[in-house]
């Protein structure tokens, strides 16, 4: 008997010591299933599953369903968290919502309509796991606008021409047999101009409307609307879209030159191109630059005239003998291109080195490039001229050393470009990838200049005026040093309200606002303008289903679970030692 209470009392001891060394060491433990981690629904939140034939109500009992009372979260645009607001989200984005679901982990559930934006980047595995419920919208016949092409900057004399796309999709109802719609660009109701357009049976198609920028009542920021009208769908949210665009008493891109040659002619078309802007090309071709004609018509331009169109160019261009602008005072940015003394002979132009403009040059072949056919030197900078900086070299016959085609700077607060090379047209001459280096060549350095603020000390501009209804204005850091919060007062026919830009590391901010048009104004600084939301966006337009229903995984994943995490190794160490204290009690042991 004495030999029994000893083995028992040492069997109880072992035991409660055991389990309290495993509770220390606390190693994890392999099993089949998904840890302890409550299930989480997603919930697609994008515009579609309120917008025709979408159903929001029913999508909504399915994720409170599902969830038993767990974790919903929300997703589109972006991943949030559940409420039963109507949907606000411009986009349909799964693929975000799946990987922060990974790092969680438990069980997934997705309720969609299946129409998912970025399918192609959800992680399969994560797709094939998940149970996936399908509430697909009720087809419908769709008109849409789906994009404008147009300037953003136009002077008053200036004709505007828009490219507007617009298309179909779903059948029409029987009887409606309707071909035709008529196009309409209006502002603030005011009709500007207007067409008859064919309707495409489906897909997208495009369209120009022109106008005189004339019929704007008074110059400044102003949002035309262009839209279908007389085309009987059912959803009318989607059949108008917004342009915003400056105007100015004078031509928004100015171009000297004196005296015109190749390469202005073929930079002139490039601004046009790349700015979305027209450009007033003025031309001298008698030594002084004292007699100024359009190069459009060729009719003579009065100094007062010119001079006019100077002062309010958000970009001068000057292009020929440095001494005809000796008088010329640019109040925006610059685009230096002298004439001088140059160096003939092919000068192949080298891979660009770390600038502002290197981005937009990411891609060209270098070695392709024909030669540039002309070389000067740089003139010495101004004393309030920030140090220059080199974005473009050229080597004679590829051999030597490298010498300055383009340079960029600032002065007073304005930027400035200076190109020392002659025949850069050549590039666009040639056609191909050539051009296109040309093209991109001449949309970097417009951006670099414009992104300056047109010599108005701007911090920050708007990477977009316009988005679609569900997504976020984004908005760019563009001054020296580090980004900084800024407090924006926006006006809108509602009234005015007050908001704040946050701007991360890499100087990008964004703001979420419901559609409409907002007068933005900075609370300290100078920074004005117009921004606008539209009602449209592609959430509204039917799309097709790219995911079907499936119950999800049957089986479970091996999961790690710590030992601390399973109850029964605490209460088999208490009732051990419990055991042995009473057995010891019993026998009269100490």
Do not use: C
């Amino acid at each position: 008997m004495h030999r029994r209470v000893t083995v028992g009392l040492a069997a109880l001891r072992t035991t409660g010591v055991g389990a309290l060394l495993l509770l220390i060491w606390n190693p994890a433990a392999l099993r089949l299933g998904v840890g302890g981690a409550p299930r989480l629904v997603l919930l697609d939140g994008s515009l579609s599953m309120a917008g025709r034939g979408g159903h929001w109500a029913a999508a909504l009992d399915t994720a409170r369903a599902l969830a038993h009372g767990d974790v919903i979260w929300r997703f589109g645009a972006r991943v949030t968290a559940f409420d039963t607001l109507a949907p606000r989200d411009g986009a349909s984005r799964l693929a975000p919502a799946l990987a922060a679901a990974a790092a969680r982990g438990g069980p997934v559930a997705i309720v969609t309509d299946g129409a998912i934006a970025d399918r192609a980047d959800a992680p399969a595995d994560l797709l094939r796991s998940a149970r996936i419920v399908v509430l697909p919208r009720t087809p419908f016949f769709d008109a849409f606008v789906s994009n404008i092409d147009g300037p953003g900057r136009v002077g008053a004399g200036d004709t505007i021409r828009l490219k507007v796309s617009y298309g179909t999709v779903g059948k029409r109802e029987r009887g409606n047999g309707k071909r035709t719609a008529t196009l309409v660009a209006s502002v603030g109701g005011r009709r500007l101009a207007s067409r008859v357009v064919d309707l495409p049976d489906s897909g997208v198609v495009s369209a120009d409307l022109t106008f005189p920028a004339s019929r704007f009542s008074f110059p400044g920021w102003v949002a035309v609307e262009v839209g279908l009208e007389g085309v009987g769908d059912e959803e009318a949210r989607d059949d108008a879209r917004t342009l915003v665009l400056q105007v100015s008493a004078a031509p928004s891109i100015v171009l000297l030159a004196s005296p015109p040659d190749w390469d202005t002619r073929f930079l002139a078309h490039a601004l046009e191109d790349v700015a979305q802007a027209p450009v007033k090309v003025l031309v001298a071709a008698d030594p002084g630059g004292t007699r100024w004609r359009d190069a459009a018509t060729l009719t003579a331009v009065r100094p007062g005239e010119v001079a006019r169109a100077v002062r309010g160019a958000a970009l001068l261009v000057e292009a020929g003998d440095p001494a005809t602008f000796a008088r010329v005072t640019a109040k925006g940015a610059l685009l230096v291109w002298p004439l001088g003394r140059r160096q003939e002979g092919d000068w192949y132009v080298q891979p660009p080195v770390a600038s502002p403009i290197a981005g937009a040059l990411a891609g060209v072949a270098w070695d392709s490039l024909p030669p540039v056919t002309a070389l000067g030197e740089l003139a010495p900078s101004s004393p309030s001229d920030s140090s220059p900086v080199i974005a473009l070299t050229a080597r004679l016959a590829r051999r030597g050393p490298p010498r300055a085609v383009i340079a960029l700077s600032q002065r007073d607060g304005k930027r400035r470009a200076t190109i020392a090379a002659g025949g850069l047209y050549r590039w666009a001459f040639r056609g191909g990838a050539s051009a296109e280096a040309y093209r991109a060549l001449v949309a970097g350095l417009t951006d670099w200049l414009l992104a300056g603020g047109t010599g108005s000390g701007e911090r920050f501009v708007p990477v977009t005026t316009v988005t679609a209804n569900g997504l976020p204005l984004q908005w760019r850091w563009t001054a020296a040093g580090e980004p900084r919060d800024v407090v924006l007062s926006l006006a809108t026919v509602r009234g005015q309200q007050q908001d704040t830009l946050r701007f991360d590391a890499g100087g990008r901010a964004e703001l979420w606002l419901p559609p409409g048009q907002y007068r933005y104004a900075a609370a300290e600084g100078p920074e004005r303008g117009l921004v606008a939301v539209d009602t449209y966006s592609d959430e509204w337009r039917p799309a097709p289903v790219v995911v079907a229903p499936q119950p999800g995984a049957t089986g479970g994943r091996l999961a790690g679970v710590a030992l601390r995490d399973r109850w029964w190794l605490f209460v088999a160490a208490i009732a051990a030692f419990a055991g042995e204290w009473a057995w010891r009690r019993r026998q009269g042991l100490p």
